[in-house]
């Protein structure tokens, strides 16, 4: 069995670590927010990164040392990068350009000094918007890799993976796509989260819209606690309004990675003959690069003084992992292996 405290080691960050005492001051790095990306991807396994400016930047709602109001940044406060869609059906279907390439365009035409909460897109049939962190596409990739780890064990545990059923690839479905129900593993307990996706776009269906509309049913979820419904106030009038949006957590993302690995193998088997054998991914399937850079952000990098500090929130995360990836989206966003195959442990913490 893979253990699971070991493997989600970079969930538990809760610990004020003090570089000043374990570690030579040669080891310790405090960059100034210019080079603060560069600094932490460079960071060696012995090394550890101390910022002492707020990421969050002034104005924004939480203020400049977000404490407790820290995940508003994340569901509401903060803005989420728009990946670009076609305004019309028609335009869609003509324009045949996959959320993949749209992210990329969308990071590259991106401020390198940006300051994001996720992404954000917009579905033409529901009229709503989609959002989903980096930060959780990542640990989504984790749990999904940890199921595929323990699934290539001789004596697999079936509680530590990932069951997926998906139903409603056939023709009749092509323009709403297929809906699947997944057993997700928990990654602090023995229990498991039940997902169901809707909108999932399948091989032969209408793709191109259908991606934009995948929704989940999934509230029994401590991620999904800050909420799809928040406060918007507009710049010109002053005035709040409340927006609702459809919002993904990592177990809606590992659900998908599960069910998207599954139609690759139905397609297999059913038309060898298909070039392209995986449906369109409406998150981001991230590189190693990426995934390092994360276990950087969330072992070795501190908010404080070298003499005390603690580890960086989640919001402070999604924002140096957003400045990370405009800065090179081809390198960072195009995954060429599995996920499986990655080196999730290459990071050893100096702080354990
Ligand atoms: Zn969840």
Redesign the pocket.
């Known amino acids: 069995m893979v253990s699971k405290k070991t493997f989600f080691k970079g969930l538990n960050r809760s610990r004020r670590f003090h570089p000043s005492r374990t570690l030579a001051p040669s080891k310790i790095f405090q960059p100034s927010p210019r080079v603060s990306t560069e600094v932490i991807e460079n960071l060696k396994p012995d090394e550890v990164a101390v910022i002492d400016y707020s990421l969050v930047p002034y104005g924004s709602r939480e203020g400049p040392d977000a404490t407790d109001k820290t995940p508003m940044f994340l569901k509401g406060g903060g803005t989420p990068l728009e990946i670009r869609t076609e305004t019309s059906f028609e335009a869609a279907r003509e324009a045949k350009k996959g959320p993949t390439r749209r992210r990329i365009e969308s990071y590259e035409e991106a401020d390198q000094d940006l300051i994001a909460s996720g992404i954000t897109w917009y579905c033409l049939r529901d009229k709503t918007w989609r959002r989903v962190t980096n930060n959780d596409v990542l640990e989504g990739h984790e749990i999904f890799a940890f199921s595929e780890l323990e699934s290539q064990l001789r004596q697999p545990t079936k509680k530590n993976m990932i069951h997926s059923r998906v139903y409603g690839i056939d023709r009749d479905n092509r323009e709403v796509g297929a809906v699947a129900t997944v057993q997700i593993p928990s990654r602090s307990t023995d229990q498991s989260?039940r997902v169901k996706l809707h909108g999932i776009p399948f091989l032969g269906s209408d793709e191109h819209i259908v991606w934009q509309s995948l929704k989940s049913d999934?509230s029994d979820?401590g991620?999904?606690d800050f909420g799809d419904v928040y406060w918007k106030r507009n710049p010109q009038t002053g005035r709040r309004r409340k927006q609702r949006d459809v919002v993904f957590?990592?177990?809606?993302v590992a659900a998908y990675l599960a069910v998207s690995q599954a139609e690759r193998i139905r397609v297999m088997e059913n038309s060898p003959q298909v070039k392209r054998k995986i449906t369109l991914q409406p998150f981001p399937l991230f590189t190693q690069r990426t995934v390092d850079m994360w276990n950087k952000l969330r072992t070795q990098t501190f908010f404080g003084h070298p003499d005390s500090a603690r580890p960086l929130k989640d919001h402070e995360i999604e924002i140096e992992l957003g400045r990370f990836l405009s800065r090179n989206p081809e390198g960072t966003m195009y995954a060429d292996r599995r996920l499986r195959d990655y080196d999730w442990n290459k990071n050893t913490p100096v702080t354990s």
């Open positions: 989260y999934h979820c991620s999904k957590c990592p177990h809606d």
